[in-house]
């Protein structure tokens, strides 16, 4: 009997220990309407939303830490935390560093520039163009525009700051971010149509974990699969894209 009672409280503490997880997100907290800080001075945002349903279906919880976007996989792989979640491409050079889960959004990306300064993508030629530091756009600019000045920045709020001013001719960013960033400021506009190469942005944005960690891998998916069918993501999806 007695055996028989141990075997039972092991149990009940096994099942708390299981739901009382914690799986720790990193992220870059200014690149709304993916992730930024609101009002209540918390990380808030699509992905953060995202995150915390997908965490529901795994019976975990959610934290989510800001950091630098270039410090984002070096951290995960030095195991700081489990998962990158920060409106980052899948591509196949960060697929050799980090496994990502199936595309949690799909994605292209845009140039905004100052109304009537800049006529489409080739006057951009010899012009400086702000990008975050460490982003697919970054690499974008510096492999297929080589005629550009690509400028790089620890945040794209920064960037937009100096666009408005004059010190910079462009920026280019994700097309949602874009978005947001012409309903606030309508002294901007983008130039020319939205960039899709796959070895950029064509695959979509998807969760990074550490390579190995192919259980974690699974278990996102599948919560994925989850919200997708039952209404839960696109919920989401219309809370922060649909406005």
Not at 46 to 69: G, Y
Not at 159 to 164: E, F, G, P, T, V
Request: charged letters at 20%.
């Amino acid at each position: 009997m007695k055996k028989l009672l141990v075997a039972a409280l092991l149990a009940n503490a096994s099942v708390a220990a299981s739901a009382a997880e914690t799986i720790r997100f990193a992220t870059e907290a200014s690149y709304p309407p993916f992730e930024f800080v609101g009002d209540n001075n918390k990380i808030q945002g699509f992905d953060v939303d995202l995150a915390n349903a997908l965490c529901k279906e795994m019976n975990a919880t959610c934290t989510f830490s800001n950091q630098a976007f270039d410090s984002l996989i070096p951290g995960l792989k030095f195991r700081r935390y489990e998962a990158v979640m920060a409106g980052m491409d899948i591509t196949p050079e960060r697929q050799q560093q980090v496994t990502f889960s199936q595309p949690c959004y799909d994605n292209s990306a845009l140039f905004i520039a100052q109304k009537g300064k800049v006529a489409d993508i080739g006057a951009l030629k010899g012009k400086r163009v702000g990008v975050q530091n460490g982003t697919t756009h970054q690499k974008y600019l510096l492999d297929q525009h080589k005629d550009v000045t690509t400028v790089p920045y620890d945040s794209y709020q920064n960037a937009i700051l100096d666009l408005k001013s004059g010190r910079l001719d462009a920026v280019f960013g994700d097309t949602a971010v874009v978005n947001e960033w012409l309903k606030q400021n309508d002294q901007l506009a983008t130039v020319g149509s939205s960039v899709t190469d796959k070895n950029y942005f064509g695959i979509g944005l998807g969760i990074a974990v550490r390579q190995g960690n192919d259980a974690l891998v699974k278990r996102f998916n599948d919560a994925l699969e989850k919200v997708k069918q039952d209404g839960t993501y696109q919920s989401i999806y219309n809370k922060w894209f649909q406005q």
